[in-house]
C-alpha cells in the first residue's frame, strides 16, 4: 500500500503509520545478542554527568519514544555513588549550577523536579552585578518581572543547587523507567563503525568485554569526548589565562524578608561571585590567574576568607597590594598579617567600621554585607567549608558541528562535548540542557513517523535548532571576559556607561530577563523562548560595544598607541 502524507493533521499521519508498522516490541527483545555477540540499542548515550542524565531520562519519558526504542547509558564512574550521595546537615558541594526558569520547567516537563531535593535548592530573587574599577552597577530583581509575567507573583530569576542533587534527582526519576540500561564502572575502550551493508552504525567495545551496537550514538561524555574523537569533529576554541577557585562559604543568616541575592564583581584580574545555597550558605566561583589561583587555594583558609570579603569590597589598587602580599615567597601570610594589611588598606581609603564597604571583622559586622550602606555588598563570609576549596583552568571550545556524517554518522554530541564556556555566565548547564531537550524532540518527531532516528535527514534540526544559540552565549561570554579584562581609561568608560544606563531602563531589564529565560515560562521546557537568564549579558554587550566606538575616539586624543591598545582588546 502507498500512503500520501499531504494535508492531513499529524495525529492521522500516526494512526495511518501504526497500522502499517509492527507493533513495538518489549525493551528486552532489543538487547538480544546478535550473531556478532553485540548488543543493539537504537540510542547509547555515553556519559552519565547531568547533560547525558537528562538525556536518557528525556528520552525515557516520552511515551512515543519509550514504546518504540531501546536506551542504553554508558558511565565510567560509580553511579551508585551518586543515587546514595548525601551531605551533612549544612554543608553543601562545591559544584553548583544556576538553573534558570526555562531550564527548570524542561526538567518539571520530564519528571525530573520533583525528585530534586528542594531543601538544597536556593531561589535566586535579585542579582547585582558591578565594575571593580568604576563601581558601574546593573541589578536584576525578580520583582520587576510581577507586571509583565503575567504569572500573579514574583518568580524567582533562578534556581542554584548541586550538581550532584540534579544528578541524583535524575538517577531517581530514571527508575520509574525499564527502557534504559544503565552500565557504570565501565569505560569504552573503542568505537568503530561497521560496514557499509549492515548501516554502518557504531560499535562500542566496552572495558568489561561487552559489545555494543547503536542506531544513534550521542556523546554527552566532556571536552575529551571520545565519541567527538570517533565522529571525526573538530573543536575550536582557546585556553584562557585564568583558573576558577571554588569553594563553599558561610555567613551570617539572611534578615527576614531579604530578597536571596547573587552577586558578581568583575575586577581585572577575573570576576569573583557569590552563589548563595542556602540562607547561610553560599558557594564561591573566583575566576582568576593562574599564579594567583593557586597561591588562593593553598593558603590558610581565614587568610583565604579574608581575601574573598576584600575582593568584592577594596579598590583594585589595594587589591594590588594584598596580591603581593599572598604571593610572598618568603613566608606564607598569616590571617592576623592579612587582616593588619586589610586594615590599613581601609583606612586608606577613608572606610569607616561597619560601613558595607569594610571586611574587618568587629562586633557586628558580619552582618552588615549585604543589607545596605553606601553599596549592596554580600553578606561577609565567616568561615570556609573545610575541604570544599578547589580549583581547574578555564576554557572556550566549540565543535565545528553536532551531528557527525560519513565515517562518523549516526552520532551527535550534547552539553560540553559540544561547547565549554566561561563560568562568569554560569550557564554551562543551562545550554547543555537545551541541547537535550532539542535532540530529544527531534528524536521523537522521528519515531513518531517511523524514520531512522540516527539518519542525518532526522538529526538535522537538532543543529539548526542550537548551534546558533550556544554561538551567541559563547561569543558574548568571551567579550564579556575579554572587555571587563582590560584597565585601559576609555574602555572602562565606555563598558560603564553602557552598564548603567541599561540599568536605568527598568522596562527594558524586565523585557530582557523575560525574553532571556528568567520569566517562568508558560509552557514548560519551551526552550526555543529562551536559553539563560545571559542572554540579557549577550544583549548588553552589543550595546556596550557600540559604546566603545565612543571610546575609540577618546583614544585618538592619547594617539595612536592608545587605539592600537583598545582595538586590540576586543580582536584578541
Excluded at 140 to 152: I, K, M, V, W
Excluded at 386 to 394: E, K, Q
Amino acid at each position: 500500500m502507498t500512503l500520501t502524507f499531504g494535508p492531513s493533521s499529524r495525529r492521522q499521519v500516526q494512526r495511518l503509520l501504526a497500522t502499517s508498522r509492527p507493533k513495538a516490541r518489549p525493551f528486552r527483545s532489543f538487547a538480544t545478542q546478535a550473531a556478532s555477540s553485540a548488543e543493539e540499542f537504537d540510542v547509547v548515550i555515553v556519559g552519565g554527568g547531568p547533560a547525558g542524565l537528562a538525556l536518557a531520562t528525556a528520552l525515557a519519558s516520552s511515551s512515543s519514544i519509550r514504546e518504540t526504542t531501546s536506551i542504553a547509558l554508558i558511565e565510567a564512574g560509580d553511579l551508585s555513588r551518586v543515587r546514595n550521595w548525601s551531605q551533612p546537615e549544612n554543608t553543601f558541594s562545591n559544584r553548583v549550577s544556576s538553573i534558570t526558569n526555562v531550564s527548570q520547567g524542561f526538567l518539571e516537563s520530564i519528571g525530573a523536579w520533583a525528585h530534586v531535593d528542594q531543601s538544597r535548592v536556593a531561589k535566586l530573587e535579585d542579582m547585582q552585578v558591578w565594575d571593580g574599577l568604576s563601581d558601574a552597577r546593573i541589578e536584576f530583581s525578580a520583582s520587576e518581572l510581577r507586571s509583565l509575567s503575567g504569572s500573579g507573583r514574583i518568580p524567582q530569576i533562578a534556581h542554584m543547587t548541586e550538581n550532584l542533587n540534579l544528578q541524583r534527582g535524575l538517577l531517581s526519576r530514571l527508575n520509574d523507567f525499564s527502557s534504559v540500561k544503565l552500565l557504570d564502572n565501565v569505560k569504552v575502550d573503542g568505537i568503530q563503525a561497521d560496514s557499509a551493508d549492515k548501516g554502518g552504525w557504531p560499535t562500542l567495545k566496552l572495558s568489561d568485554g561487552r559489545t555494543l551496537r547503536a542506531r544513534l550514538l550521542v556523546g554527552a561524555d566532556g571536552f575529551n569526548s571520545p565519541v567527538k574523537k570517533y565522529a571525526g569533529i573538530k573543536t575550536y576554541g582557546w585556553a584562557y589565562d585564568t583558573h576558577a577557585v571554588v569553594a563553599t562559604m558561610l555567613h551570617s543568616p539572611y534578615f527576614p524578608g531579604t530578597p536571596i541575592t547573587a552577586y558578581q564583581r568583575f575586577i581585572p584580574t577575573g570576576p569573583i561571585a557569590f552563589l548563595p545555597l542556602s540562607d547561610s550558605t553560599a558557594s564561591l566561583v573566583w575566576s582568576t590567574k593562574p599564579h594567583l589561583a593557586t597561591a588562593l587555594k593553598t593558603a590558610h583558609q581565614d587568610v583565604l576568607r579574608k581575601m574573598i570579603n576584600a575582593a568584592f569590597r577594596l579598590p583594585e589598587t589595594s587589591m594590588k597590594i594584598l596580591y603581593d602580599v599572598l604571593l610572598d615567597t618568603k613566608s606564607q601570610v598569616t590571617p592576623e598579617e592579612m587582616a593588619e594589611t586589610i586594615r590599613w588598606r581601609e583606612d586608606s581609603h577613608g572606610i569607616a567600621p561597619l560601613s558595607s564597604l569594610s571586611s574587618v571583622e568587629t562586633e557586628g559586622s558580619a552582618s552588615v554585607g549585604g543589607y545596605g550602606g553606601e553599596a549592596e555588598m554580600p553578606p561577609l563570609v565567616t568561615a570556609i567549608q573545610p575541604g570544599s576549596v578547589a580549583g581547574f583552568p578555564l576554557r572556550l571550545s566549540h565543535a565545528e558541528v553536532y551531528i557527525g556524517e560519513g565515517a562518523g554518522a549516526r552520532t551527535a554530541l550534547v552539553g560540553d562535548a559540544a561547547h565549554t564556556v566561561h563560568p562568569l555566565a554560569g550557564q554551562g548547564l543551562n545550554m547543555g540542557l537545551a541541547d537535550v531537550q532539542a535532540l530529544t524532540k527531534c528524536i521523537e518527531t522521528a519515531a513518531q513517523l517511523g524514520a531512522d532516528i540516527g539518519s542525518h535527514t532526522a538529526l538535522l534540526p537538532y543543529p539548526r535548532a542550537r548551534y546558533f544559540e550556544n554561538h551567541k552565549l559563547l561569543s558574548a561570554t568571551d567579550k564579556l571576559h575579554k572587555l571587563y579584562g582590560t584597565t585601559f581609561p576609555p574602555v572602562v568608560w565606555a563598558r560603564s556607561v553602557g552598564l548603567e544606563v541599561i540599568n536605568e531602563l527598568d522596562s527594558v531589564k524586565s523585557a530582557l530577563m523575560m525574553s532571556a529565560g528568567s520569566d517562568v515560562p508558560s509552557t514548560a521546557g519551551r526552550a526555543d523562548e529562551a536559553s539563560s537568564l545571559w542572554d540579557v549579558a549577550a544583549a548588553g554587550v552589543e550595546g556596550v560595544s557600540k559604546a566603545v566606538h565612543s571610546a575609540e575616539a577618546v583614544a585618538r586624543g592619547f594617539g595612536n598607541l592608545g587605539l592600537s591598545l583598545i582595538q586590540g582588546a576586543f580582536r584578541k
